[in-house]
């Protein structure tokens, strides 16, 4: 399970709004190809992971590819 | 009030927070490095006393971090309100 | 000095590279960029570190 610190990871600037670039930022977020299914993805295919280093590996870049959803 | 202080600090814990993920992630698949497991324990360290720190003087980062009344962790800013 | 390929020798990881399949090189633990440098590159790895950039081009026009 995950906690929310209250913290980014990286130090962003909102400085405007921008729907062209919002369309993209949102593609990157929920899109087919996006930080969420590939965060989904690495959380499930971990459970089939025959050796601990693969668990673990799937388990930290699938909770790391969420870091994107908690900039908002 | 935001102070310049609490923001080098927060910054600080920033980087050597993706330091320690980084770090952590080169372990998961190769945990008989000595190296990187030192260098994993000594930045996980200072990330601990960072925190600690931060937390005394600015309020909580994590909601299970104790709190003076009222509880501080509601209080703003908030990490994507905060110019960096 | 022991190269990553010596070390993958001594390991007895080198496989028969057969066509058609995919490799990854095993990462070696090397040099490490300092936390504030490692936060802005976006990895802790100088060996990971590969900006995007305008590539020279060929004489004819293709990225290189």
């Known amino acids: ?72 | 009030m935001y102070s310049k202080d609490a923001l080098e600090l927060l910054k600080e814990i920033m980087a050597v927070d993706f330091v320690v993920y980084e770090l952590a992630l080169f372990l998961d698949t190769h945990p008989n490095d000595r190296r990187a497991l030192e260098d994993h324990n000594n930045f996980a360290r200072k990330s601990h006393q960072l925190r600690a720190m931060y937390e005394e003087k600015y309020g909580p980062l994590v909601l299970d971090s104790v709190s003076g009344f009222p509880y501080q962790y509601i209080n703003d800013p908030w990490p994507w309100e905060i110019r960096y | 000095m022991s190269t990553p390929e010596d070390v993958i020798k001594e390991k007895g990881l080198l496989v028969n590279y057969r066509l058609a399949e995919a490799y990854v090189p095993i990462q070696m633990y090397g040099e490490t960029f300092d936390p504030r440098t490692a936060l802005m590159h976006g990895t802790l790895f100088p060996d990971l570190y590969r900006p995007y950039s305008n590539r020279p081009k060929h004489s004819n026009g293709e990225v290189i």
């Open chain 1, 1 to 72: 399970m995950w906690y929310y610190v209250k913290k980014l990871q990286y130090p962003a600037n909102v400085a405007r709004t921008d729907l062209g670039m919002a369309k993209y930022l949102f593609a990157q977020y929920g899109g087919p190809d996006s930080e969420l299914s590939a965060a989904i993805r690495y959380l499930t295919q971990r459970y089939t992971m025959p050796i601990p280093q693969a668990k673990a590996v799937l388990t930290d870049i699938g909770t790391e590819e969420l870091v994107p959803i908690c900039y908002q």
